[in-house]
């Protein structure tokens, strides 16, 4: 089993900025994908960002250029730097870890960003 504890989410105005952290702890493999998804309210749940152990990044097209996602393989944690934050973004923001071994998927609770004037 892998847990994952996130932290980071909040209010903040448009056009500013928050940074995500997801700390994972378990057993896991090296060989992985650690990535953040989100759910806005009567939405489904969609990508934002992932970044696999070897470094390979995939950003949803409306983050772009804005959101940079990074991780520290050492301590198993990964970023979600957010800039020029729209109302659009608010949503519940969950970390996700993907063992690609195993083929299995494990989630964090998720956090709450509120982007709102």
């Known amino acids: 089993q892998v847990q994952l504890v996130e932290s980071g989410g909040g209010l903040v105005q448009p056009g500013g900025s928050l940074r995500l952290s997801c700390a994972a702890s378990?057993?896991?493999?090296?060989?992985?994908?650690m990535g953040w998804y989100r759910q806005a309210p009567g939405k489904q749940r969609e990508l934002v960002a992932t970044?696999?152990?070897?470094?390979?990044?995939n950003y949803a097209d409306s983050v772009k250029d804005r959101f940079t996602i990074s991780r520290d393989n050492a301590k198993n944690t990964v970023y979600l730097q957010m800039n020029s934050l729209k109302p659009e973004d608010t949503a519940v923001y969950s970390c996700n870890f993907f063992d690609r071994i195993r083929a299995m998927n494990f989630w964090g609770k998720g956090t709450l960003v509120t982007v709102s004037s």
């Open positions: 970044m696999s152990s070897g470094g390979s990044q």
């Open positions: 378990g057993s896991m493999f090296s060989l992985n994908t």
